[in-house]
């Protein structure tokens, strides 16, 4: 493969990221929340797809069910921001809608990995945990391949900052859907672009006619 075709490829695969990320801000929308429930802080407070979720604050008054769905989809957002940029996770996500979970590999610690994403009937630590290994995966989801240089990967490498490396900041750790938003604002089509409205964002280049991946036995088993 010569040079010019290397490069093409490269192009069209960080269009066909954009394409997908725009997509995917369409399918799961993060907006602000006018008025802030009873109880909840309406400091920076989003919602995704119309559910509020504080930043990493739940007051008792807060509906546990209502606090585990939002974190359920942002969470299968990050899985997805995570898989379209080819870049692994530092803590696996397990989406099941309202009872997410995430795993802890790399602590030293006693007892189950696994952190969920709610707070019903589990110890409320595992829940506050698993809320912090959440936000620790949007700040660390990495940067697509065609922006960054070959290098040499050990296993002791720390995943590479996309928010830093898109000359982001991240204020403030906790605050899960504003800095989700911004990720995603970032790496998704500006709204005056022709392809931010276009209702299908079908794939182009050597993309355009690769057949559908075929979905595995193990895989519809899985999400049973």
Do not use: W
């Not at 504003?178 to 299908?200: F, G, I, Q, V, W």
Request: proline residues 10%; aromatic residues 8%; negative net charge.
């Amino acid at each position: 493969m010569c040079s010019q075709e290397v490069a093409d490829l490269a192009h069209s695969t960080q269009t066909r990221q954009t394409q997908l990320i725009t997509l995917l801000s369409h399918i799961f929308p993060i907006e602000p929340v006018p008025t802030a429930p009873r109880g909840v802080s309406p400091d920076l407070l989003f919602s995704i797809l119309g559910i509020a979720l504080p930043n990493s604050t739940f007051p008792s008054s807060y509906s546990d069910d209502l606090a585990s769905s939002a974190l359920g989809y942002a969470a299968q957002v990050t899985q997805l921001l995570a898989a379209y940029l080819a870049v692994p996770v530092a803590y696996p996500i397990t989406c099941r809608g309202s009872r997410s979970y995430l795993r802890d590999e790399i602590s030293m610690m006693k007892g189950s990995r696994a952190f969920p994403l709610f707070a019903k009937g589990v110890d409320r630590y595992r829940f506050d945990y698993a809320v912090f290994l959440l936000n620790k995966n949007i700040e660390q989801v990495g940067p697509p391949a065609s922006q960054t240089r070959p290098r040499k990967v050990c296993n002791a490498d720390p995943p590479p900052q996309l928010m830093f490396s898109q000359g982001l900041t991240v204020l403030d750790l906790r605050n899960t859907l504003p800095n989700l938003m911004t990720l995603m604002l970032s790496l998704s089509y500006d709204p005056s672009h022709d392809d931010y409205l276009a209702s299908t964002l079908l794939p182009t280049g050597p993309f355009a006619d690769q057949p559908p991946s075929p979905v595995a036995v193990d895989d519809v088993e899985d999400a049973r």
